[in-house]
């Protein structure tokens, strides 16, 4: 069984530019979160979608954070204009839907603001 | 309320001893109780799991220990080895999985 995919693993960009992460999840999972986690601190997180519909955003900086999952499969997360504090790994993950469930999660892309 | 408080933030543990990892909620809706752990450069990967209805859960060496009216639970890792040196995390559902602060293990040989 395939894994969480995540692309890119590494960006370095300016601050103010935008950056975009793509995430492909288990095949069959409804269920899809975007962490961000922070040098030396656990995962937060920034959005959780069942299938293409938003469950949680409550900790989304959405005057700078977007994200969508169109088709209820695949997921872009956007960051626009970046700033410093939003160096971090990205972390997507994703799990059937249900109480107990496993969250499987990516390697995660490192995103380097200078 | 929706925060998972864990310690100790860094353990270090001599081969073959045991490690132990604390954690506390206060949200008594948390119904799924996971550890995770992580290797650097990689995502966190399910260690071991439990929910509030059994006190302990055991798979190989690791252990969860659950206290559901002090609303706290913990990992146990037996015969410590240099390749559990990693981050731990605890974490508590329903709906969004939320992570303590993580506890950093070295297992010294």
Redesign the interface.
């Known amino acids: 069984e395939a894994g ?1 995919a995540q692309s890119p693993r590494y960006k370095i960009i300016e601050k103010r530019q935008s950056v975009a992460f793509w995430c492909n999840p288990i095949s069959g999972h409804a269920t899809l ?1 975007w962490y961000q986690q922070i040098l ?6 920034l959005i ?1 979608f069942q299938n293409n519909g938003v ?2 955003d409550s900790q989304l900086p959405k005057d700078r954070f977007s994200a969508e999952r169109l088709k209820g499969v695949d997921s872009t997360l956007k960051i626009q204009p970046a700033k410093l504090e939003d160096s971090a790994v990205y ?1 997507c ?1 994703s799990s059937f839907t249900g ?2 469930t ?7 892309t490192r995103l380097t603001v200078v | 309320q929706q925060q998972v408080k864990q310690s100790p933030q860094s353990l270090i543990v001599q081969k073959g001893g045991i490690s132990i990892i604390n954690c506390a909620y206060e949200n008594t809706a948390f119904d799924y109780f996971p550890w995770y752990q992580q290797f650097p450069g990689k995502g966190p990967a399910l260690l071991i799991a439990i929910r509030p209805d059994v006190s302990e859960k055991k798979e190989g060496r690791f252990t969860i220990s659950f206290n559901k009216s002090a609303k706290q639970f913990s990992l146990h890792i037996m015969d410590s080895q240099p390749g559990d040196s990693a981050t731990y995390f605890c974490a508590a559902k329903p709906g969004k999985l939320i992570f303590g602060q993580g506890t950093t293990l070295q297992v010294k040989p």
């Open positions: 969480v979160y030396g601190q656990g995962p937060k997180l959780q469950v949680d972390l993950a109480a107990g496993e969250a499987f999660f990516g390697q995660g």
